[in-house]
């Protein structure tokens, strides 16, 4: 009971100070909260904005044998005389105005310049024989030049599809017609142009059921789920883990501070003076040692709490949580009695041990704001597990991340075994000093 009485004691000193209370509990979330501020608007809007992509036309097209299209099949019901004019107003259409800004060159070498230059990127080239190509049924191959700034990817690509689908779907009117000669009497051949114009009627009109829209844009997600449910899930997967690090941070700071307090007593003499009293040197440092577990364990649940609360972060299966959070407790709590034990007075734990817990929580919490690549979780996987941070938050992670039971447990374990270590050490080198 004694030990418990000092432990008490220690912890409501811990807790009476404002700057301990600020450094456990307001600077973890603050640092949670300004990340949660600048990735929330990111997640409200979706991502990103995918800009216009900038193309350049020179529509060298001269036409070939009567072509003419129902301008019903074309958007904004326009007419065109050519292939060429066929694609540019496509180009041009409502539908294709927030993806597109369309400019026209007047030759081929123009249309490049503009793309070299960067005041384009992309240009078409459609040359003077496209339609009469078109037209030859039997050899005749429709090219279309296509020139991209090569720094960039997105716009270009997404106009590169754009052209592939229109540009199959053309090839289809060749089939079709191929097919129809094939089969037709020479005496149908005349219908050859209703072949051609049901076709485009079915391939190019804009049904009912498209809603007017050319292009139907969705964003891919793994289940069906509202826009809301979406940003929410986006910002947590973010600001989730960067809360778990800052939690165990902060825990193994706790640790040391809190054990520091031996060696406080000691240069002001209060330790020594205890030990002169009928209670045992053993229940005094066991008191001691308990109110570093009491204060980081305070630290811990209060801040899985109150982040659940304040950011809505789902830390995962009870069971698994709670083993999760017995790991940072034993391991921070442990790492800071170890620490202290190698240090002779205050000054010397002040200066070192601040630079100890800040390369070994870096190296923890390197897998959290490494870049999402292979390479960079491989390399933070095999360094994070160098140092009891990284157990401590690899558990945590596999809680929020709903892995099974036994992998939490096993990371606990290891976790456990980092503990007992640091504990043994620590409290052997205490013992011998005081002895």
């Known amino acids: 009971m004694k030990a418990i009485d000092i432990a008490i004691k220690?912890?409501?000193?811990?807790?009476?100070?404002?700057?301990?209370?600020?450094?456990m509990f307001g600077v973890p979330l603050l640092v949670t909260g300004m990340?949660?501020?600048?990735?929330?608007?990111?997640?409200?809007?979706?991502?990103?904005?995918?800009?216009?992509?900038?193309?350049?036309?020179?529509?060298?097209?001269?036409?070939?044998?009567?072509?003419?299209?129902n301008p019903k099949n074309?958007?904004?019901g326009r007419e065109a005389d050519t292939m060429g004019d066929l694609i540019v107003s496509i180009l041009e259409s409502d539908e294709m105005a927030d993806l597109i800004e369309v400019s026209f060159a007047r030759d081929p070498e123009t249309a490049r310049a503009s793309v070299d230059i960067q005041q384009a990127q992309v240009a078409l080239i459609i040359p003077p024989d496209f339609s009469e190509q078109f037209a030859d049924m039997e050899e005749g191959k429709a090219v279309i030049e296509f020139y991209q700034d090569p720094t960039l990817t997105i716009g270009p690509a997404?106009?590169?599809?754009?052209?592939?689908?229109?540009?199959?779907?053309?090839?289809?009117?060749?089939?079709?017609?191929?097919v129809f000669i094939d089969e037709a009497d020479t005496s149908d051949y005349a219908m050859t142009g209703l072949v051609v114009q049901q076709y485009l009627d079915d391939s190019l009109a804009l049904s009912e059921d498209m809603e007017g829209e050319l292009l139907d844009i969705r964003v891919p997600v793994s289940e069906q789920k509202n826009e809301a449910e979406q940003s929410e899930n986006l910002l947590l997967t973010i600001i989730g883990p960067i809360m778990g690090g800052m939690m165990v941070f902060y825990a193994y700071y706790t640790g040391a501070s809190t054990a520091q307090s031996i060696l406080t007593e000691e240069e002001?003499?209060?330790?020594?003076?205890?030990?002169?009293?009928?209670?045992?040197q053993a229940t005094i440092l066991t008191g001691k040692l308990l109110s570093v577990f009491l204060t980081v364990g305070m630290q811990v649940i209060v801040l899985l709490i109150a982040s659940r609360l304040i950011f809505g972060i789902q830390w995962g299966n009870f069971t698994s949580v709670i083993l999760a959070a017995a790991g940072i407790i034993l391991s921070a709590s442990s790492f800071g009695v170890f620490i202290n034990s190698f240090f002779a007075s205050t000054k010397q734990s002040g200066v070192l041990f601040g630079g100890i817990l800040t390369v070994t929580g870096m190296m923890g919490m390197i897998k959290i704001f490494a870049m999402n690549s292979a390479i960079a979780n491989k390399m933070g996987d095999t360094v994070s597990m160098l140092v009891p941070q990284g157990w401590a938050i690899r558990?945590?992670?596999?809680?929020?991340?709903?892995?099974?039971?036994?992998?939490?447990?096993?990371?606990?374990?290891?976790?456990?075994?980092?503990s007992a270590a640091f504990f043994v050490i620590g409290v052997l080198r205490f013992n011998r000093r005081y002895v």
């Open 10 to 23: 220690d912890l409501t000193r811990s807790f009476r100070s404002a700057f301990a209370i600020i450094f």
């Open 35 to 69: 990340f949660y501020f600048m990735f929330g608007n990111t997640a409200e809007n979706g991502g990103f904005d995918l800009p216009k992509t900038k193309v350049i036309i020179a529509n060298m097209d001269e036409g070939g044998p009567r072509f003419q299209v």
């Open 74 to 76: 074309i958007p904004g």
């Open 158 to 178: 997404v106009m590169r599809s754009i052209l592939n689908r229109f540009m199959n779907g053309m090839s289809g009117v060749k089939i079709a017609v191929n």
């Open 268 to 280: 002001e003499h209060t330790l020594p003076r205890l030990f002169t009293t009928p209670t045992s």
């Open 395 to 418: 558990g945590l992670m596999q809680s929020m991340n709903g892995e099974p039971f036994n992998s939490v447990l096993i990371t606990a374990l290891a976790t456990l075994a980092w």
